[in-house]
């Protein structure tokens, strides 16, 4: 009887342990979430996001006064998402510019040339977004660091953080690893 006390006991204990863990770490995926993983990668210049509703949208570029939105999911016209972006990005007269980026694959030189030429040439505030707000918008956004006057690689690095729902496995260490051969 006192053993199977001592195990109900254990039990409880951990069950304890774990949702103290678990529970405030499913609050912060589901906070973070439901603001689209937004963040501020340069105040009052570059942020950075997941997709967003055309309604949160037109409230982030108003807000904000985005001038340009870059789309890293690429051209997706037979998309609902897609239509609603363009046209929530043209009502506020703000640029739309698409760049198909995968988060599994490293990219090409072409496409970092064409990355690092939109960053330089686009009307900003600039918002920065993929489908999470994670890997490619994280990669996307430590290069705008990268550009900044005096910006350190320890600065870009920190577009890769938990923050921003970032985990270094699988699409993440294809993303991290672009920052690893710059260095």
């Excluded at 973070?32 to 942020?47: D, I, K, L, S």
């Excluded at 994280?138 to 350190?152: D, H, I, K, N």
Aim: glycine share 4%; net charge positive; hydrophobic share 45%.
């Amino acid at each position: 009887m006192a053993q199977r006390l001592r195990s109900h006991r254990v039990v409880r204990s951990l069950a304890r342990l774990v949702a103290a863990i678990v529970i405030p770490a499913l609050c912060f995926v589901a906070w973070n979430q439901t603001h689209h993983n937004f963040g501020e990668v340069q105040p009052g210049r570059t942020y950075r996001s997941g997709q967003m509703s055309a309604s949160a949208l037109a409230q982030t570029l108003h807000r904000r006064h985005i001038k340009t939105v870059l789309n890293l999911r690429g051209s997706n016209p037979s998309e609902a998402w897609y239509r609603d972006e363009l046209a929530t990005t043209g009502n506020a007269s703000a640029t739309h510019v698409d760049v198909a980026m995968s988060s599994c694959l490293w990219m090409s030189r072409a496409q970092l040339r064409t990355l690092l030429e939109i960053l330089d040439t686009v009307e900003y505030p600039l918002l920065i977004h993929c489908a999470w707000g994670s890997e490619r918008t994280g990669l996307v956004s430590a290069f705008a660091e990268l550009l900044r006057p005096g910006a350190t690689l320890d600065e870009a690095r920190a577009q890769f953080s938990i923050r921003y729902l970032f985990v270094r496995v699988n699409d993440g260490k294809v993303m991290a690893e672009h920052l690893d051969q710059y260095e």
